[in-house]
């Protein structure tokens, strides 16, 4: 058992603290289910909420090096899947959607 050197109390160990997460995200992460389904429902995980996470700061300008630091990835080329330029859609003379980067 991990307990906090300053406080005394145990922690819970990252796979626990995931479990617990998915376990309580169930219903947040299905919109249109109800509660007598929860079982046969995924919910979040800790990995993904960091990733949205830095999707968000990228969206917000955060800086690349800020980003590295709080991913802890080596490369900006690794950051590119959370900082994509934003994305426009446009109608062409068809009628057609087509996405257009801004």
Known sequence: ?????????????????????????RLL????????????????????????????????GTSPPMLLARSRHASVRSLERYARPPAAHRRDDNGQLTVVRV
Do not use: K
């Open 1 to 25: 058992m991990d307990v906090c050197p300053e406080t005394g109390r145990s922690r819970l160990s990252y796979r626990r603290a995931e479990e617990i997460f998915e376990e309580n995200t």
């Open 29 to 60: 992460a299905n919109p249109p289910a109800c509660s007598d389904d929860i079982e046969d429902l995924d919910g979040w995980t800790q990995h993904r909420l960091r990733h949205s996470a830095l999707t968000h700061d990228a969206e917000d």
